[in-house]
C-alpha cells in the first residue's frame, strides 16, 4: 500500500471555524490532490498540486485554499467552514510519467468532517 | 461532466465472471480509459487501465471495443470481497493527472 495518511480521520466543528487536513504521503510522489466525496456527487477534484508551490483548482474550489511547501505535506484549509462542506476528503497521489498515460493515483483513507 | 456513462448497478454471484459496461462515445484518441473501485468506508484504488489493446492484469480484464467508444472491465470469479463502486473514467496525459470521477456501478456479490 501506498505510504499515504491523512489527519485527522474525524473531525466535527461548527460554521464559521477554520479547519485545516492534512496529506501526508512517504512515497515522493510529484503529484497531490484533493477530493472530496457526497452522496449522488461521487469525488471531485477540490485542489491539485503538481509539485512544492505549484498548486491549481479543481472542479469544486469555492471556499477551499491549499499549500504545499514540502513534497511530502498538502494541506486543505476551509478559512470559514460552512454545513455544505460536511463530507468525506480524499487525498490521492501520483507520479505522472512524462510523456506517459496518466498514472495511476493511491488514495488515502479519507477524513470524514462534519461542519455544525 | 465524467464524460462515461455506467450503469447504476449490478449484481452476481460469488465466483461467477462480471462484465461492467462502460460507454465513453465521446473519447479523444489520446484518452485512456481507466478503471478503479471503491469499497466500503475506503479510498479508491486502482484497479486497471489501458488505451487501444485489451489489458490483464491480477485483478481484472479490460476489454476495449474496436472503435473505442466503449469498454467492459471484466473479474473472471467474482468473490465477496469484490462488491464495491467501480469507476470507469477517460482520461490524457496532459491533464496533471486529474480523473473526474462519474457516479459509478454499485457491484453485488451474493455467496
Known amino acids: 500500500d501506498a505510504g499515504i495518511t491523512q489527519s485527522p480521520r474525524h473531525k466535527v466543528t461548527e460554521t464559521g471555524t477554520p479547519v485545516t487536513l492534512r496529506c501526508h504521503q512517504t512515497?515522493?510522489?510529484?503529484?497531490m490532490y484533493w477530493y472530496r466525496q457526497d452522496p449522488g456527487h461521487g469525488l471531485r477534484l477540490i485542489h491539485y498540486?503538481?509539485?512544492?508551490?505549484?498548486?491549481d483548482k479543481g472542479e469544486v474550489s469555492d471556499g477551499y485554499s491549499v499549500s504545499r511547501s514540502k513534497t511530502e505535506d498538502f494541506l486543505l484549509t476551509l478559512e470559514s467552514a460552512t454545513s455544505s462542506q460536511t463530507s468525506v476528503y480524499f487525498c490521492?497521489?501520483?507520479?505522472?510519467?512524462?510523456?506517459?498515460?496518466?498514472?495511476?493515483?493511491?488514495f488515502g483513507p479519507g477524513t470524514r468532517l462534519t461542519v455544525l | 461532466d465524467a464524460k462515461t456513462t455506467q450503469p447504476n448497478s449490478m449484481e452476481s454471484n460469488e465466483e461467477e465472471p462480471v462484465h461492467l459496461p462502460c460507454n465513453h462515445s465521446?473519447?479523444?484518441?489520446?484518452?485512456?480509459i481507466h478503471w478503479y473501485r471503491q469499497l466500503p468506508s475506503q479510498g479508491p484504488e486502482y484497479v486497471i487501465h489501458g488505451l487501444t489493446s485489451n489489458v490483464n492484469n491480477r485483478m481484472a480484464s479490460l476489454a476495449i471495443a474496436e472503435d473505442r467508444k466503449s469498454s467492459t472491465l471484466i473479474l473472471h470469479r467474482a468473490t465477496l470481497r469484490d462488491a464495491a463502486v467501480y469507476y470507469c473514467?477517460?482520461?490524457?496525459?496532459?491533464?496533471?493527472?486529474?480523473?473526474?470521477f462519474g457516479q459509478g456501478t454499485i457491484l453485488t456479490v451474493h455467496p
Open positions: 512515497e515522493n510522489h510529484r503529484y
Open positions: 498540486s503538481y509539485g512544492v508551490k505549484d498548486t
Open positions: 490521492a497521489i501520483s507520479e505522472l510519467l512524462a510523456g506517459g498515460p496518466m498514472d495511476t493515483q493511491y
Open positions: 473514467i477517460r482520461g490524457g496525459g496532459t491533464s496533471y493527472g486529474k480523473l473526474t
Open positions: 465521446t473519447i479523444s484518441g489520446t484518452d485512456y
